[in-house]
T-cell receptor, first 116, second 112 residues
Framework: SAVISQKPSRDICQRGTSLTIQCQVDSQVTMMFWYRQQPGQSLTLIATANQGSEATYESGFVIDKFPISRPNLTFSTLTVSNMSPEDSSIYLC?????????????FGSGTRLTVV | DQQVKQNSPSLSVQEGRISILNCDYTNSMFDYFLWYKKYPAEGPTFLISISSIKDKNEDGRFTVFLNKSAKHLSLHIVPSQPGDSAVYFCAAALSGTYKYIFGTGTRLKVLA
């Protein structure tokens, strides 16, 4: 499985500011995925990032709030813009894996964001 | 509308005993299911999966059971070890798609 490095691991930010989260994969992948886990909630897909094209956002998430870059096949960033306390969550990047009869996601270690 | 539910937010089990984590889903179209384990300050780690063509899949101490008629799956850990203490997420998907729907997780504590 791919190894994913995600940073920062945690941050405390002031409301109204922006934070960019970086995700580096040790192999080339076509799609990268960004997830959010709000406190006590399940993991929710924010968007899918393909290299060379605009990210595809899920219902309830918009590009102005969560701009994504995908400059090459091993790297992606997610920016959380104009933050409010409701954005306090764990943000995770992931890539697909497939081996034998199993497939799914490999996740990065996550970024724990607290907005004050 | 939560399509995948883990109704037990926490579970405590004695070391050496069986841990049973449960998951229910509402969409009968789901045909692929996964379990993930998450330690604090780490991302979720894939544990085991099952396709709807099977009703059981085993990997060492971990077994997943699928009851399609009840739209229910469970993860059995036998024997439970203190290192199994983590949050466990189930997820469901339509095979061939990349969109997985996750439950809210069950925190397992294995007592030494």
């Amino acid at each position: 499985s791919a190894v994913i490095s995600q940073k920062p691991s945690r941050d405390i930010c002031q409301r109204g500011t922006s934070l960019t989260i970086q995700c580096q994969v040790d192999s080339q992948v076509t799609m990268m995925f960004w997830y959010r886990q709000q406190p006590g909630q399940s993991l929710t897909l924010i968007a899918t990032a393909n290299q060379g094209s605009e990210a595809t956002y899920e219902s309830g998430f918009v590009i102005d709030k969560f701009p994504i870059s995908r400059p090459n096949l091993t790297f992606s960033t997610l920016t959380v813009s104009n933050m409010s306390p409701e954005d306090s969550s764990i943000y995770l990047c992931s890539v697909e894996f497939s081996r034998q009869a199993s497939y799914g996601y490999t996740f990065g270690s996550g970024t724990r964001l607290t907005v004050v | 509308d939560q399509q995948v539910k883990q109704n037990s937010p926490s579970l405590s089990v004695q070391e050496g005993r069986i841990s049973i984590l449960n998951c229910d889903y509402t969409n009968s179209m789901f045909d692929y299911f996964l379990w993930y384990k998450k330690y604090p300050a780490e991302g979720p780690t894939f544990l085991i999966s099952i396709s709807s063509i099977k009703d059981k899949n085993e990997d060492g101490r971990f077994t997943v059971f699928l009851n399609k008629s009840a739209k229910h799956l469970s993860l059995h850990i036998v024997p439970s070890q203190p290192g199994d203490s983590a949050v466990y997420f189930c997820a469901a998907a339509l095979s061939g798609t990349y969109k997985y729907i996750f439950g809210t997780g069950t925190r397992l504590k294995v007592l030494a």
